[in-house]
């Protein structure tokens, strides 16, 4: 038997060793993309509800006046 023969002998434990070899390099690199986003994703949350909280009040301030100047 040659190299190439033996190199082509696969079997059921081996492909699930490397599959779930693959598979785990893939969770450990997106898991580390997504937890690398979680800092920007909280300053643009933050952004949010301070602009969230000086429009709101200001909005139904504006509309108060609105229907009090119509009636």
């Known amino acids: 038997m040659s190299f190439t023969d ?3 002998l696969v ?3 081996d492909y699930a060793a490397t599959f779930g070899r693959h598979a785990r390099t893939i969770v450990i690199h997106h898991g580390e993309k997504i937890l690398a986003e979680i ?3 909280l300053r643009r949350l933050r952004t949010m509800m ?3 909280t000086i ?3 200001v ?3 504006a509309l108060l006046a609105l229907v ?4």
């Open 6 to 8: 033996t190199n082509q």
């Open 11 to 13: 079997t059921r434990d």
């Open 39 to 41: 800092p920007s994703t």
């Open 50 to 52: 301070l602009v969230a």
């Open 55 to 57: 429009s709101i009040p």
């Open 59 to 61: 909005f139904l301030v």
């Open 68 to 71: 009090w100047r119509l009636t």
